[in-house]
């Protein structure tokens, strides 16, 4: 059996970042940022105001209250014509331009306005209250680097800076393959003693999350050449994911059925609980992750691996998910062998920390404890056991709607 | 001015949750559930195996090893048909319903198999390694309460529960209205003190990320009439978000050219900073944010406020941004009457402690910094001073891709 981290390692060797498109900005939040953005000028362009107020020469100002002249007003957009002469402002507002000669703008709140003239009752330090060219950036400075999914704030900078098309990299495809004889879709009618199929809409729904396009293909039946011809299918795909027919003896099934197109398939046991079985390989020019059929294990073992997986092929780097730290809401037994991934709730306690609690039941079956937890405390391989209140990793759950 | 609760109060409170519509389940993740899911059937639908083995009569093995007669094998989807006889015992794999007569499962680990007979080498407990009926869940149980929004796993369960369909909350269509002369669009010439619109970009993004259907109206230039025909044309929005025009004085322009169309508009300092100008109220059936110009604000504000105010159109509480702890990574000074919000950074200490060190410079007018900051920490109005290393509550960033 190999260990978590070292699967993942495996898996990330074997990937290389997919080529890049050029997107709209419209369409460019979420996507994976592929060449640096730069400025295209300084933000602001030239010294503006930072306050609704008045531009004034500080020279003419050293006493207060003092009565200058209002020679114009300058909105933000129309900047004033001309420069101010000794005696002089201009009506100013939160990101107006200042007139040139004047170097201080006055609050209004510190101003009595007049006919065409204005006091200033506070003797202003020189520079008050002015943005000074580029100080949010200057023209050629690296606002957004790659690779980095781009968030809303950095679509934000980057139309500030000019940029009204961005290359990112193109979307993995991902082929999503459910095998087994006993699956049917959610309502068609379901054969004796089979299951409705939820794998592939799970599977579905990460590979969104993740930045992949998912192409879910036809339930297989556990038969080489549906298989065969299924997997047949996906070609073009990045990425190919079954789920099921990973277990012992199922690659008795798989490996004939994918032996003529190519294939070139590791089957490991990965000491983790919920899920063991995984094949990690290639099929032709995709990659092909075989997950477990029991969906618990499917979806944690798309969380560990399948998402590291997608952000591989979009440049990122491919992290273990984050955790944070929580009290144990309950004793934990010391562990086995095998990384585990107890389904929890999460709960703040009197002082505001946050406590995972552990489901009194961790059967890998049980999707519906699945869909209810909070997150999964992380128990590593022969982990002592754990008292209750004492600190533990966890994997929070729900992130990016997963 | 009004605390920043109380503003998000009065915005939920003027809101109410939108009409329902049916989607596919292949289209539910992330949209917001709005009836029960109940499930339609046990799962599993009756006794299966947990684990590959063999079915046995416990009353047959109490001695080990004890022979059995293999009288078939019952991959998952093909039930073993008839009934164990003394003696016997049917080959199982995981998921397998067991055969009638049995009531143990014995794994493969445990047995040696021989030409149509098996050696079962333990004494195993009666019922061992069985998944009982309705184990996961019983039909009628409730597995989905409204209002949710859906994950990954959530998307699982209503399949594995038989539903192709799902009643959603309709998404609110949420019109966005960036408002001033010296508005440009990346790309486009940049007018004399002008600078690239980034609010309705950055608005576009966090209107999907909470679940809304972004409509990006043209820039509208500073002029009661322009802004009476964009905020007209967006009839048939639940809500309005404009930025700009909501600071000192420039009510003067917005309300009388929302007043023909309906207005009652309400004009509020709120105690915060970033941010401060801001408006709420109602345009016909429309509500409309009306958010600072700055886009430092304007994002900060969208954070706080038309986040909850699009998750309460969509029947969801409307919550303040979720808060963690972690530690200050520099002195922080007594704070004013105004709640703030610093852009900080996150890294884990030497204890892996999460630690939170504001940027040096908090102007509302740096965008750079606001998209390269991890958190932002909270400062409560007239918080006491906080040394380096004491805990203080951020909001993480990027959350949703914000």
């Known amino acids: ?21 050029t997107v709209s900005l419209a369409a460019a939040w979420q996507r994976v940022l592929a060449a640096p953005v730069t400025a295209r000028m300084d933000k602001p362009g030239t010294d503006v105001s930072a306050m609704d107020g008045y531009a004034v020469r500080a020279a003419d ?60 009752r506070i003797v202003p330090r020189t520079g008050a209250h002015i943005r000074p060219r580029a100080g949010d950036f200057a023209a050629g400075a690296i606002l957004l680097a ?39 879709l959610p309502g068609d ?5 089979g299951v409705v199929s939820s ?7 990460i590979v969104r999350a993740a930045g992949g396009d998912p192409v879910t293909l036809p339930v297989a039946p556990d038969d080489p050449a549906a298989i065969g011809a299924a997997v047949g299918a996906a070609r073009g795909a990045d990425l190919i994911v079954t789920s099921g027919g990973a277990s012992v003896g199922a690659h008795d099934l798989v490996r004939p059925a994918l032996e003529p197109l190519g294939l070139s398939l590791d089957f490991w046991k990965i000491a983790m609980r919920p899920g063991k079985p995984f094949m990690f390989g290639r099929v032709g020019e995709a990659a092909l992750i075989g997950l477990p059929g029991n969906p618990v294990s499917a979806t944690v073992c798309a969380i560990l691996f399948l998402v590291p997986a997608i952000e591989r ?82 994997i929070v759950l729900g992130g990016r709607d997963i």
């Open 61 to 120: 100002c050293t006493a207060a209250p003092t009565q200058l002249r209002v020679v114009g007003s300058a909105p933000a957009g129309h900047p004033f014509v001309g420069a101010l002469a000794p005696g002089e402002a201009v009506r100013l507002f939160t990101g107006s331009v200042l007139p040139g000669g004047a170097d201080t703008v006055v609050i209004q709140e510190d101003t009595d306005e007049g006919d065409d003239a204005v006091e200033i």
């Open 313 to 394: 092929l979009l440049g990122l780097p491919g992290e273990a998910p984050a955790t944070i730290r929580a009290r144990a809401g309950g004793a934990l037994p010391a562990n086995d062998h095998r990384a585990d991934h107890l389904r929890a709730s999460l709960a703040r306690d009197g002082e505001g920390d946050l406590v995972a609690t552990p489901a009194a039941r961790q059967d890998s079956s049980q999707m519906a404890i699945l869909a209810a937890a909070d997150a999964l405390i992380l128990r590593a391989p022969n982990a002592p056991a754990v008292a209750q209140g004492e600190v533990v990793d966890v």
């Open 1 to 21: 059996m190999i260990s978590v981290d070292a699967a993942r390692e495996r898996i990330l060797a074997a990937l290389s970042p997919l080529g890049t498109e």
């Open 146 to 184: 790659p690779p980095r999914r781009l968030t809303a704030r950095d679509v934000g900078i980057a139309a500030s800076a000019g940029h009204a098309w961005l290359t990112v990299r193109r979307r993995p495809r991902v082929a999503i393959l459910a095998t087994g004889d006993e699956i049917a």
């Open 199 to 205: 794998n592939s809409f799970v599977l579905d729904a």
């Open 189 to 193: 009618p379901v054969p004796a003693g």
